[in-house]
């Protein structure tokens, strides 16, 4: 996917070099031309954690449907005015779950904390200069997924609180239907931390997969409402000993959201 993403950004700088004198102004409204994006985001979430092959009671499955989460999103091209560099850009977004709470074997609830992160850089490219092109994009940025429990000395250890610091290569499309659009994304994530799971467990190593689908309809004034759902997968390879106090051949930790957003596109 990295070369992908490279031959996506090398077409981008010579689309952007050539002569384009015949595509429309930017306009308010118009992401494949946009300088900034903002949306701002109400949604659902649920995590799935399971591991495989596990030998004896103390690494515990972990499930939880339904946390609602909030989000912001920003999308910014500070060259969008310019010739060459108008089609490359940053992006950073942050979602956080509220009022979610975790219980024990036992039932009793356990404050829990969820957050992801997402900051780096992005091309797009736009497949024809009429006023609404299909545009593909390709991402390279850094990202963090936080799952913790706030008091994890008072529950049992093996719940499984993660921090996953990581490298993801992104590739998107976004599809016009007149007012509407369509968008799908697919990403790598080069997993370099991971949290307390990576440390328990002898010989840990993961990565992750992402996809991504959503539409949005435009409102006019330069706003759109958004729907897009994200899943995301982790998964674990372990390389235990006899006598390690945890054994597992690996583990699966799945993520799902869905949010509806309101965005402001200049």
Request: proline share 5%; no cysteine.
């Amino acid at each position: 996917m990295r070369s992908a993403w490279i031959v996506v950004a090398a077409l981008v700088l010579a689309r952007s070099a050539s002569a384009d004198e015949d595509a429309p102004a930017r306009t308010s409204g118009d992401v494949t031309r946009s300088l900034a994006d903002l949306a701002v985001g109400f949604g659902l979430g649920s995590r799935h954690f399971a591991y495989h092959d596990p030998i004896g009671t103390n690494l515990r499955p972990y499930d939880v449907d339904g946390a609602p989460m909030l989000a912001i999103a920003v999308s910014l091209s500070p060259f969008a005015d310019t010739r060459v560099m108008k089609d490359f850009g940053f992006y950073g977004d942050f979602e956080s779950a509220f009022a979610l709470q975790s219980r024990t074997a036992s039932g009793a609830a356990v404050g829990t904390t969820w957050s992801r992160y997402d900051v780096g850089g992005r091309a797009r490219l736009r497949l024809s200069d009429g006023p609404r092109p299909v545009m593909l994009g390709a991402s390279l940025g850094y990202g963090l997924e936080l799952f913790r429990f706030t008091d994890p000395t008072a529950i049992d250890p093996e719940l499984p609180s993660v921090a996953y610091g990581f490298v993801r290569t992104m590739l998107d499309a976004r599809v016009p239907f007149g007012p509407f659009s369509l968008s799908v994304a697919i990403a790598y994530l080069h997993v370099v931390a991971n949290g307390e799971v990576g440390l328990r467990t002898r010989g840990t190593q993961n990565d992750g997969v992402e996809a991504s689908f959503g539409g949005a309809f435009a409102l006019g004034g330069g706003f759109e409402a958004r729907l897009a759902g994200r899943y995301t997968r982790f998964f674990y390879s372990f390389d235990p000993r006899p006598g390690d106090a945890y054994v597992a051949g690996g583990a699966l930790d799945q993520y799902l959201t869905g949010q509806l957003a309101l965005a402001w596109v200049y």
